[in-house]
């Protein structure tokens, strides 16, 4: 991966790094973006299907549910073809877990808090996923709290999620396995943050970041960029699930945009474009729109800013790699901060594609 742009607002916390199938998680290795399938796992084809659609969004890692014995006997396949790292999500049966494995799936994530007996067979657990070379997600949820941490806290506090998953991470390391990660997941940002800065306190492990049942997609996006906005600016969060009651690509697209965002990962296109406002001279929101949609699936760092008027315009689109400032019917093309042509409105989203295109071929894809 090319070197990141900085700067980044802290430096990672540092944590072990672990494996899970050939992306590794924690330490200096990027942080990477996950999701989960919405197709029933022991429907082989759709779940590959959308798999494919998942990898192709730039999906890292990729969780899929095993609710039946049909879904555990669809793992192998599953994870032999897939692109990318599968991770087996099991709840209420530790058999699955060992099927999950057997498989070959990259890691398994259990949650201590609604396997029963779980805690007796963390040794098996242990020995057959080291013999596999798996690693394990520990996947506290507030909605599935293990009930005696619920009798003693009340209800889904950070303090609980934390022990539960500081409880169940003991028993894995008095086994001697150290290939996991941890996830304490709320649907309350200021809980979800709490807890996970109070567990980075206690240990290296590497860190599963999620807002858990963050809701519809625009509600659901702006929990997780503000909850992993704080985690990551303070160097914690080693892979990410953005949850969205939305198509998982969506997930993987904000995903990507908040470590963007973050410099967590190198900028691809992105749009300056200006909120609009009664000084504009040309319609921004439709400019913005139809030269965002004409650059899709952009691979470069291209910055191109979409200004409505001479009041900043002039400003952000020399700042940009390509910009226009718009203003009385016309559009001012900035490329590398030098105007190269005035262009009637009409043309001024035709030129800022054309134009793109010629810069894009100058540069590097990240
Ligand atoms: Fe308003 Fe001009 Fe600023 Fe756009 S660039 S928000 S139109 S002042």
Redesign the pocket.
């Known amino acids: 991966m090319p070197a990141l742009p900085a700067p980044v607002l802290s430096p990672r916390r540092k944590t072990r790094k672990i494996k899970v199938g050939d992306v590794y998680v924690g330490g200096d290795a990027p942080i990477s973006v996950q999701s989960m399938c919405t197709t029933k796992t022991h429907d082989v084809n759709a779940t590959l299907q959308q798999i494919a659609e998942l990898t192709a969004s730039g999906c890292d890692i990729v969780r899929v549910a095993c609710p039946t014995q049909d879904d555990a006997d669809a793992l192998e396949a599953i994870a032999r073809k897939s692109n990318i790292p599968v991770i087996a999500d099991i709840h209420f049966q530790p058999k699955y877990v060992f099927a999950a494995i057997e498989a070959g799936c990259a890691a398994v994530r259990v949650n201590p808090g609604n396997i029963k007996k779980f805690d007796d067979q963390v040794k098996e657990i242990a020995q057959a996923a080291k013999d596999h070379g798996t690693s394990i997600r520990i996947g506290v949820n507030a909605g599935s709290l293990d009930p005696r941490l619920l009798a003693k806290y009340g209800k889904a506090t950070p303090e609980a999620l934390v022990e539960s998953a500081v409880w169940e991470a003991s028993l894995f390391e008095e086994h001697g396995f150290h290939d996991f990660k941890i996830s304490v997941k709320h649907n309350d940002p200021v809980v979800m943050v709490r807890a996970y800065e109070m567990l980075s306190e206690r240990g290296d492990w590497p860190l599963h970041l999620g807002v858990t049942e963050a809701g519809p997609a625009f509600q659901g996006t702006i929990k997780s960029a503000t909850a992993f906005g704080a985690l990551l600016s303070q160097g914690i969060g080693d892979t990410i699930r953005v949850s969205l009651s939305a198509p998982p690509v969506e997930e993987v697209k904000v995903g990507i945009q908040i470590l963007q965002s973050l410099n967590l990962r190198p900028r691809k296109l992105e749009i300056v474009s ?8 040309v319609d ?1 929101y439709e400019l913005a729109e139809k030269v965002t949609a004409g650059l899709e699936g952009m691979e470069v760092p291209l910055r191109v800013a979409v ?7 002039p400003g ?1 689109a020399r700042e940009a790699d390509l910009g226009v ?1 718009s203003g009385n019917g016309k559009g001012q093309i900035f490329v590398k901060g030098e105007v190269i042509k005035t262009v009637p409105e009409k043309d001024i989203v035709e030129t800022l594609i054309e134009e793109a295109m010629k810069l894009a071929e100058t540069m590097e894809p990240v």
């Not at 200006?274 to 001279?281: E, K, T, V, Y």
């Open positions: 200006c909120p609009s406002c009664g000084r504009a001279q921004v200004m409505g008027c001479v009041v900043n315009g952000e400032a």
